[in-house]
Nanobody, 125 residues
Framework: QVQVAESGGGLVEAGGSLRLSCVAS????????IAWFRQVPGKEREFAAG????????YYADSVKDRFTITRGVAKNTVYLQMFNLKPEDTAVYYC??????????????????WGQGTQVTVSS
């Protein structure tokens, strides 16, 4: 069973930066593709960024392109989302998801894991 743990959210002023962390656990022999999604109350969860199993491919939503960077950490199945030039519209609960293929994450809009608590990002104007 795949599980994820998100951390790193907080309150920041517009134009500021935050770094979110996601650690996925499950099959210890598998490197998972990992994606970040975000959700605002009353709206559907949306894809923000994703990275393939070994980092060769990265995809970003148009709304975050050139401001967010997704990278893999040294530890297996640790992924970071560095967010720059944050805007009030980036305010949301951020969730990560893991799957064996990045395409599965972008197509299914979810991972093998159940959704966790996520981490709240609040950007003040």
């Amino acid at each position: 069973q795949v599980q994820v743990a998100e951390s790193g959210g907080g309150l920041v002023e517009a134009g500021g930066s935050l770094r979110l962390s996601c650690v996925a656990s499950g099959d210890t022999s598998t490197s998972y593709a990992i994606a970040w999604f975000r959700q605002v109350p009353g709206k559907e969860r949306e894809f923000a960024a994703g990275i393939s199993r070994y980092g060769a491919s990265r995809y970003y939503a148009d709304s975050v392109k050139d401001r967010f960077t997704i990278t893999r950490g040294v530890a297996k199945n640790t992924v970071y989302l560095q967010m720059f030039n944050l805007k009030p519209e980036d305010t949301a609960v951020y969730y990560c998801a893991a799957d064996k293929m990045l395409s599965a994450l972008t197509n299914n809009r979810r991972g093998l894991n159940s959704w966790g608590q996520g981490t709240q990002v609040t950007v003040s104007s």
